[in-house]
């Protein structure tokens, strides 16, 4: 088997690759200087739901484009229990050496897939992209060049995001405006998890033992020094994306309640706002019968009373909720994510 820290190239993988016309091999610009004084090497994390046709184009182009890194590399797919055929896609890669599949025994999400990777990364840096090509390999280049630099962290930031819906983009600006509410650190707008990042950013991830990860956030959380790189996502090669509106909610919900508390101080101040003026009006109401006996009147301005003021407590009571839902699931204790069964090598050369 062919390491690979050889200067010889792969050969591509065995006939019985389920692969589709591959494209030709890319030719990208020659990598800095400082790297082939430097011998170091870099970890790619690829986490995958049903990606099987898009991982056939995206590993021979992520290939030609670590050798040409000359750094000793890995290519590390996770499955995160797809049901199409990605874990035979990626498997047959694997008996090249220098690539990896960790398959889950189920979908856990992608930030449990992300985070068995950097848990099994062992690279002087981890590269994180998606296996939908949106995240253009490309800029490996010039996210190693930036690191070689001094950088710790190099993220990619949307430059536009005029391909998605008016919805969507007002939900996104909204999101980011709440989540940074607080000024302890901001999490960067329009960032997501393609980023390249050092090893001791790495191991400062996988040292917080939190369940309910908000990478997002996470990744601001922990600081260093880091550098923003605009790029324009491309189009998906293959398919349709899984991560509905549903999803996007949901992981909304799951890093505001992560990263800040303020909905908690917002019900209290809620709370304050609504009962100072009830009780004022209470005792209006009382003072006005004592002096004057007017008889008590308004059942429907009672009635819409109650159900608002109802409104407002259930409402309170499931904020409330959701941070309890968050300390209950870190209290259990269950692993993040259950590896069903991993295939091939990468950087350490012992694992199978």
Not at 81 to 98: K, N, P
Not at 101 to 112: P, V, Y
Not at 189 to 198: P, V
């Amino acid at each position: 088997m062919i390491s690979s820290t050889d200067n010889s190239r792969h050969s591509r993988p065995p006939v019985r690759l389920p692969q589709a016309d591959a494209p030709a091999p890319h030719t990208s610009a020659a990598a800095p200087s400082e790297l082939s004084a430097a011998p170091r090497s870099i970890s790619c994390v690829i986490p995958c739901y049903n990606e099987a046709a898009n991982l056939r184009h995206l590993l021979p182009l992520l290939e030609d484009i670590l050798w040409d890194t000359h750094m000793r590399w890995e290519i590390i797919v996770v499955d995160d229990g797809s049901t199409d055929d990605t874990v035979a896609v990626a498997e047959a890669w694997c008996e090249l050496s220098g690539f990896r599949c960790i398959s889950l025994s189920r979908n856990f999400g992608k930030e449990a897939a992300l985070t068995a990777g950097l848990a099994a990364a062992t690279g002087d840096a981890v590269v994180l992209l998606d296996g939908d090509l949106q995240h253009s390999p490309e800029l490996i280049h010039t996210m190693i060049a930036q690191w070689v630099a001094g950088a710790e962290v190099v993220y990619a930031v949307r430059e536009q995001r005029s391909d998605e819906s008016r919805f969507k983009q007002i939900g996104s600006r909204l999101f980011y405006n709440l989540l940074n509410a607080s000024d302890r650190f901001a999490v960067p707008k329009d960032a997501g998890d393609f980023r390249l990042m050092d090893r001791k950013v790495v191991d400062a991830l996988m040292s917080l033992p939190e369940r309910s990860r908000f990478m997002k956030g996470l990744y601001a959380w922990v600081g260093f020094r880091a550098v923003a790189l605009p790029y324009t996502p491309a189009p998906r090669a293959e398919g349709r994306s899984t991560f509905n509106t549903r999803r996007l909610v949901r992981l909304a919900i799951d890093g505001l309640t992560a990263f800040t508390t303020w909905p908690l101080r917002a019900v209290s101040v809620a709370g304050l706002m609504l009962a100072v003026p009830a009780f004022a009006y209470g005792a209006y109401v009382v003072i006005d019968y004592l002096l004057f006996g007017n008889e008590v009147s308004g059942w429907t301005t009672i009635v819409v009373s109650l159900m608002f003021f109802i409104g407002i407590q259930m409402i309170s009571t499931g904020i409330v909720g959701e941070y309890i839902a968050r300390i209950y699931e870190e209290v259990k204790g269950r692993p993040l994510y259950v590896v069903r069964h991993e295939r091939g090598t990468g950087l350490e050369t012992g694992k199978t």
